[in-house]
C-alpha cells in the first residue's frame, strides 16, 4: 500500500501523559500537514511541513504540541500533558507541492481519547 | 477569514434517489474547492477536485460544480446507494494559502 499511513490507530491515555503519533506519507511527497478533528466538525489545520522544514503553524497548536520531519520523510506530532480537550481525530496529509493543482491525500487518522 | 458552510447537516434519503449537497464559502479567491468522503471512524478520501478555473467535475455518478463567484459548489449524486451513507465534506484552499478550510459536513445516510 502506498497511501499514507497513520500509527497508532487508536490512542487511549490518561489525563495529563505525553503522547505521540507517527505520519508515513506518501512515498516523495514533499509536503506534510497535520489537522486535528473533533466530533460533529471539518478538519482544522495545525501545522505543515515542506521538506523538513515547519512553515505554518495554526493557532490552534498549543506550546503543549509540538511536530518534526527530521529528514524530511516521515513525521511525528507529540502532545504534552495531554487534556481531555485534546481528545481528537489527528489527521496526517501529504501532497506534492505542485502550486494551484496540489492534491492533499489523506491517512486514516489516529483518534486520541484522554480520561 | 475564509469560512466554509455545508447544508444541510444530514439528509436521509431512500435507496435510488438523485441528492444535491450544499457547500458555499465566504471568500471566492481560492485555488481549488474539494469534496471528500468520511466513512465513521476513518480518514478522508478525495472524490472530486474542481480547480477555480473550472465549473465542473464528474465521476462515475459524482458530479460536482462550482460557482466561484458566487461562493457555492454543490455535489449531486446520481441514484443513491446504501453504500453512499457517510459523511461529505467540501473543503476550499484559499488563494495565498496551503491548508485547506474545511466546512463541517453533511451526513448522509441512504435507507435500503
Known amino acids: 500500500d502506498t497511501g499514507v499511513s497513520q500509527n497508532p490507530r487508536h490512542k487511549i491515555t490518561k489525563r495529563g501523559q505525553n503522547v505521540t503519533f507517527r505520519c508515513d506519507p506518501i512515498?516523495?511527497?514533499?509536503?506534510l500537514y497535520w489537522y486535528r478533528q473533533t466530533l460533529g466538525q471539518g478538519p482544522e489545520f495545525l501545522t505543515y511541513?515542506?521538506?523538513?522544514?515547519?512553515?505554518?503553524k495554526s493557532r490552534l497548536l498549543s506550546d503543549r504540541f509540538s511536530a518534526e520531519r527530521p529528514k524530511g520523510s516521515f513525521s511525528t506530532l507529540e502532545i504534552q500533558r495531554t487534556e481531555q480537550g485534546d481528545s481528537a481525530m489527528y489527521l496526517c496529509a501529504s501532497t506534492e507541492s505542485i502550486g494551484q493543482r496540489e492534491t492533499q491525500y489523506f491517512g486514516p487518522g489516529t483518534r486520541l481519547l484522554v480520561l | 477569514k475564509q469560512e466554509v458552510t455545508q447544508i444541510p447537516a444530514a439528509l436521509s434519503v431512500p435507496e435510488g434517489e438523485n441528492l444535491v449537497l450544499n457547500c458555499s464559502f465566504t471568500d471566492s479567491a481560492i485555488y481549488n474547492l474539494q469534496w471528500f468522503r468520511q466513512d465513521p471512524g476513518k480518514g478522508l478520501t478525495s472524490l472530486l477536485l474542481i480547480q477555480s478555473s473550472q465549473r465542473e467535475q464528474t465521476s462515475g455518478r459524482l458530479n460536482a460544480s462550482l460557482d466561484k463567484s458566487s461562493g457555492r459548489s454543490t455535489l449531486y449524486i446520481a441514484a443513491s446507494q446504501p453504500g453512499d451513507s457517510a459523511t461529505y465534506l467540501c473543503?476550499?484552499?484559499?488563494?495565498?494559502?496551503?491548508?485547506?478550510?474545511f466546512g463541517k459536513g453533511t451526513r448522509l445516510s441512504v435507507i435500503a
Open positions: 512515498s516523495e511527497h514533499n509536503r
Open positions: 511541513f515542506q521538506n523538513e522544514a515547519q512553515l505554518e
Open positions: 473543503a476550499v484552499r484559499p488563494i495565498g494559502n496551503t491548508p485547506l478550510v
